[in-house]
Structure formats: C-alpha cells, structure tokens
C-alpha cells in the first residue's frame, strides 16, 4: 500500500485542521492505520491508531480529547481531526499502516507516507 497524507498547513493557536491520508492499492480494510507526529530535532511520536473495521481506536494520552481519528474503507482514506491547536502541535504528521493489530511504536508499521507539515503559531 502507499500512503499519501495531506491538509497540514500554518495555523494559529485554537484552530482546527483535518489532516487526510489517502492509500493507493488493494485491501485498504486489511491494513490498521496511524498517526504519528515528528517534531523538529525530536522523535517519532505516535498519535492515534484505528483497527481495520473502524471499530477501535487508541490516542496518546498528550491529545486525547482533542483528537479524532476515523477512516473510510469505501474511500481508501483515513483521517485525523485535531482541535484546539497549540504550538506543541507543531511537527510533521505522518500516516502508517499495518497489517496487524494497532500498536503504538513506529516499528509495528512497516507502511509510511511522506508526511504533511503542521505549524501552530500566533
């Protein structure tokens, strides 16, 4: 599968942005999907997962309640919805998937996009 995300862009704090990740090939609903978050001079970080069915999700505890992560298997594309915005958002986020159960450390997924870059400053 490939991955292509997309929606990042400059914001100011408070704002909301709905990033996307579109997959290209067969079988999307046979791949977990995620999003992690790399910011500058930092660590891959995960974000939020979602099971194959859409029936599970999971959010680092830093953005739960802030954070939505769905999918659409008819569309072949998932999608994080992040609210309220703070500078501390700002990284590259990228999407992954999986062919096995959601997990929160990068090495679980071997299937990466290129990332979209999100900025939160005043």
């Known amino acids: 599968v490939q991955l292509q995300a997309s929606g990042g862009g400059l914001v100011q704090p408070g704002d909301s942005l709905r990033l996307s990740c579109a997959a290209s090939g067969s079988g999307f609903g046979d791949f977990a999907m995620a999003w992690f978050r790399q910011a500058p001079g930092k660590e891959r970080r995960f974000v939020a997962a979602?099971?194959?069915?859409?029936?599970?999700?999971y959010y680092a505890d830093s953005v739960e309640g802030r954070v939505t992560i769905s999918r659409d298997n008819t569309k072949n594309t998932a999608t994080l919805q992040v609210n309220d915005l703070k500078p501390e958002d700002t990284a590259l986020y990228l999407c992954?998937?999986?062919?096995?159960?959601?997990?929160?450390?990068?090495?679980?997924?071997?299937?990466w996009g290129q990332g979209t870059l999100v900025t939160v400053s005043s």
């Open positions: 979602i099971t194959m069915k859409g029936d599970n999700t």
């Open positions: 992954a998937a999986s062919r096995s159960y959601p997990r929160v450390t990068t090495v679980a997924y071997p299937y």
